[in-house]
């Protein structure tokens, strides 16, 4: 690589702050990483973008410099990020039939486009995600597929890669997805070495954890599984079977398991996989107990089940988690 990898952050007035500035920071970071460990190699070059160079204002009211507008960038960028936005300016921006036009033009040509939570919307609308797969924040989901039937919605995805095109979930998860294309660019190592600066999983446990198992449990208020949730709460440490949920919510183990998948979007084992999962993860960060003890305390038959579930989840186990962390 004889150059740095040009990203261009394709800002807008009324962006989410976080969904341009978070991933700006973990491309930051690898450059400060890669300074240390190999200050020969190039790293990344960001270049921000709007409709005219100069300062913009994010949803907050902070206002952000743009270097060019969109039309005038000189260079093909590698990697085009679209941020999202909250609705007001997400549907001013769809409807600029500028910018829609240049990222319907150019979005093809880089070697990656990539949205961060709402993007996955302004993608869309410039035809860009027909017959991919892609998420978006998940309150916008059902938006994203009654607007746009072409794309394949995934529900539970911290972020998607279909192709050269990559989505992710709300707001923070556009940090996963930037870390994710610095293990792509730069291999796993340094991604770990990014991670550990910025204390983030290099894997996020779960899928759009974003909303953790207790936020779940607490949307679902009111329905058949409420009580069942709200025991599940009070009792982390349960190691209670899909059999014995189904008993105590008295319904057939098949009947309990259709209402669960649609009351809170998992089914029972994956549900208590990750309010295990969860439980676990905050012993290892809070406490010194062996992995026995944390296996036990947080529901798991067995420090091994433990292990296999953080690497299915995680990508690490949970004694290189604790290392880590």
Known sequence: MDAPITIAVAGYEGAELLDVTGPIEVFNMLNRCLGEMEPQRPGYRVVILADKAGPFSTCPGVRIVADHAWQDIAERADTILVPGSPDDALDKVMKDEGFISWLAMEGPRARRLVSVCTGALILAEAGLLKGKRATTHWMDLERLRRDYPEVLVENDAIYTRDGSVATSAGVTAGMDLALALVEEDFGRKTALAVARRLVMFLKRPGGQAQFSTQLRAQMVEGGQM???????????????????????????????????????????????????????????????????????????????????????DIGVTPLAYRTRF
């Open 226 to 312: 409420a009580p069942l949730l709200a025991w599940l709460r009070e009792n982390p440490c349960s190691k209670a079977t899909v059999e014995d949920l189904a008993q105590r919510a008295a319904m057939s183990p098949r009947n309990f398991a259709r209402v669960f998948l649609r009351e809170t979007g998992k089914t029972p084992a994956r549900y208590l996989d990750q309010l295990r999962l969860e439980r676990s993860v905050a012993l290892l960060e809070e406490t010194t107990l062996p992995l026995e003890r944390v296996a036990r305390d947080s529901g798991f038959t067995s420090a091994e089940q433990m292990r296999r579930t953080f690497i299915r």
